[in-house]
């Protein structure tokens, strides 16, 4: 009897520390921040415009149900972004364009702020470097 409670609980906290799906590497270019505030958000994944032109654009993303709500955005050459990355979910979630050395961790339930400048023009790849088979969207430059 004490051996089945000894396995039941053992698969329980193997049950747990797979759900929470922590990783991630700590390489980063040393651009991102924590922060508290919270952005807003869209209930549904679209897409983001950004104008170009002086100063830095900001942006907002966040994740929820291992997932992105905004799965695209449109992005300037040269232009300087900041994007806060709002986190709703209990695991730990990563944001990560490679082209522009944009790489940042989001804790549980926090949000996270990653700045950048916009590659030359074409069209690249975003993801979650936790989840990338379901948190991956489009950032097209021009």
């Not at 897409?47 to 100063?55: F, I, P, Q, S, V």
């Not at 990563?94 to 339930?109: C, H, K, L, R, Y």
Request: with cysteine.
């Amino acid at each position: 009897m004490r051996r089945r409670m000894v396995i039941g609980v053992l698969a329980g906290v193997l049950a747990l520390a797979a759900a929470g799906c922590g990783g991630g590497d700590d390489e980063g270019d040393g651009s991102a921040s924590a922060t508290t505030a919270a952005p807003e958000t869209t209930s549904a994944p679209g897409t983001t415009a950004a104008a170009g032109g002086g100063g830095e654009d900001e942006l907002q993303l966040a994740a929820s149900g291992t997932a992105w709500d905004t799965t695209s955005f449109e992005l300037t050459s040269g232009t300087s972004y900041s994007i806060e990355v709002d986190n709703q979910d209990g695991v730990q979630h990563n944001f990560t364009f490679a082209e522009a050395q944009a790489d940042v961790d989001i804790p549980a339930n926090e949000d996270a702020t990653v700045t950048f400048t916009a590659p030359a023009a074409g069209s690249y790849e975003f993801v979650c470097a936790i989840h990338p088979a379901a948190m991956k969207g489009t950032i097209t430059v021009t």
